[in-house]
């Protein structure tokens, strides 16, 4: 009943900045592989087949390595050797020059994405070590919220500060940004469509306060607001039925493009 009603909703819906990026549909849904091991990453990459065509790795993993075990560069490796994507979501943030280090590590690994957060230096030092990796710029955490901002020495509000980081990631010719699906629609009518916004934080329309998440939107809101892309975890890895869940999630993503 909820899908029916999120369909009629979306079909009345301003569609003017809906993504027109040349991306395939199920390339859209970025899946969250935050799991302990990489042998478990494994194991839902093939329960969802090809459902799913696009995972984020993140920390978790990136610690799950050693002792002889295949670690996080082999599960790139893995990834993209079954025509896979795959988002390096590390959040990069040191001196500049360990920065360009990290992000060249990543070269010639197939990789679309990195995420990296921080200071311009830090930036553009990213940008210049990419060769062929899209840099993201990370704007604000969707765990923290205006106090939480506040807390940390902001004097202004979260779309301020989002807006105001990524002007600054854009003019130093990152390819895009991580933002709330509460920004984007700023984002957009402030800069344009001409860079990458994925949007994690994506919780269902009703009891939406569940987990450490604090600014979260719908698939429809995050699409029809202007993301090119969403990452999910656990509102699909969690499910009963994440397979089904995965699948639902894309056909919920097709219908919005839909001409």
């Given at each position: ?52 065509v696009f995972y984020k790795i993140g920390l978790q993993l990136l610690l799950a ?59 553009k030092a990213a940008v210049e070590g990419r060769d062929g990796v899209k840099i ?124």
């Amino acid at each position: 009943m909820r899908l029916k009603a999120c369909q009629q909703i979306q079909s009345t819906a301003d569609r003017s900045l809906l993504s027109a990026r040349n991306i395939p549909l199920r390339e859209r849904l970025i899946l969250a592989l935050d799991v302990p091991t990489v042998d478990e990453a494994k194991q839902l990459v093939a329960t969802f087949g090809e459902d799913v065509v696009f995972y984020k790795i993140g920390l978790q993993l990136l610690l799950a390595g050693g002792g002889g075990k295949e670690g996080y560069a082999e599960l790139i490796d893995w990834l993209v050797g079954r025509k896979k994507k795959v988002m390096v979501d590390v959040k990069m943030f040191d001196i500049a020059e360990t920065v360009k280090a990290g992000v060249r590590q990543l070269r010639n690994r197939g990789v679309t994405f990195a995420t990296v957060h921080g200071s311009d230096p830090i930036l553009k030092a990213a940008v210049e070590g990419r060769d062929g990796v899209k840099i993201l710029a990370v704007t604000v955490l969707t765990s923290l919220d205006q106090s939480d901002v506040e807390d940390l020495g902001f004097k202004c509000n979260i779309e301020q500060l989002v807006l105001s980081r990524a002007k600054r990631a854009l003019a130093l010719k990152c390819d895009g940004v991580i933002s709330s699906g509460i920004e984007v629609r700023a984002l957009r009518r402030e800069f344009g469509r001409e860079f990458v916004i994925a949007v994690p934080g994506i919780r269902p329309l009703v009891n939406r306060v569940v987990d450490d998440q604090k600014r979260v939107a719908d698939i429809e809101a995050a699409f029809l607001d202007g993301a090119d892309y969403i990452v999910v975890g656990r509102p699909i890895r969690n499910a009963t039925n994440p397979k089904a869940k995965a699948r639902e999630f894309q056909q919920r993503i097709a219908k919005l493009f839909e001409p």
